[in-house]
T-cell receptor, first 117, second 111 residues
């Protein structure tokens, strides 16, 4: 059963430190999303890649966040410097071309729970 | 105002009850509508999917879309304790673009 793998599952860090979150999309999937989930805001889209190219990162604070896909098997989300308000669960999701069809849904990882103190 | 509005609940029902969840939206371009289920400390997983208006039934689950009212619903019949989760509505205007999510409704089914 193919899965989206996210590491680390949990991260506690101090304000000002750099945080890197990693995602391994399902093999063959060419679409990758990064979402952030908080109690207050729910799921917010941060960035969206297709064929490793960023298509939309308008939801991401550009001054501190960056998202990349060094290769087709790895997506990264970095925060530098981190702030307490960045505390949230960060989800990666991947899909095939035309992922919106019923037989080809988005697959979410189990998230990275980030706490910035 | 958010693009997708969903009552966060929480909702607590006895086992066997019908659970009714709904979302409203403002973007008339949305035409693909989904419900995701999220268990605690897990990622969301697709539960139901509907294109445009109409009803879709899958076992104990029924999804309804009324585009004229910009309103979607999910019904769970004969609810089970294993249905206890957060249910998120999601929608998009294209079958290959970003999803807009509701806030999620937390449902607890009491045995």
């Amino acid at each position: 059963d193919a899965r989206v793998t996210q590491t680390p599952r949990h991260k506690v860090t101090e304000m000002g430190q750099e945080v890197t979150m990693r995602c391994q999309p399902i093999l063959g999937h060419n679409t990758v999303f990064w979402y952030r989930q908080t109690m207050m805001q729910g799921l917010e889209l941060l960035a969206y890649f297709r064929n490793r190219a960023p298509l939309d990162d308008s939801g991401m604070p550009k001054d501190r966040f960056s998202a990349e896909m060094p290769d087709a098997t790895l997506a990264t989300l970095k925060i530098q410097p981190s702030e307490p308000r960045d505390s949230a669960v960060y989800f990666c999701a991947s899909g095939e071309t035309g992922w919106g069809s019923y037989n080809s849904p988005l697959h979410f990882g189990n998230g990275t729970r980030l706490t910035v103190t | 105002q958010k693009e997708v509005e969903q009552d966060p609940g929480p909702l607590s029902v006895p086992e066997g009850a019908i659970v009714s969840l709904n979302c409203t939206y403002s973007n008339s371009a949305f035409q693909y509508f989904m419900w995701y289920r999220q268990y605690s400390r897990k990622g969301p997983e697709l539960l139901m999917y509907t294109y445009s208006s109409g009803n879709k039934e899958d076992g104990r689950f029924t999804a309804q879309v009324d585009k004229s009212s910009k309103y979607i619903s999910l019904f769970i019949r004969d609810s089970q304790p294993s249905d206890s989760a957060t249910y998120l509505c999601a929608m998009t205007g294209s079958n290959d673009y970003k999803l807009s999510f509701g806030a999620g409704t937390t449902v607890t089914v009491r045995a």
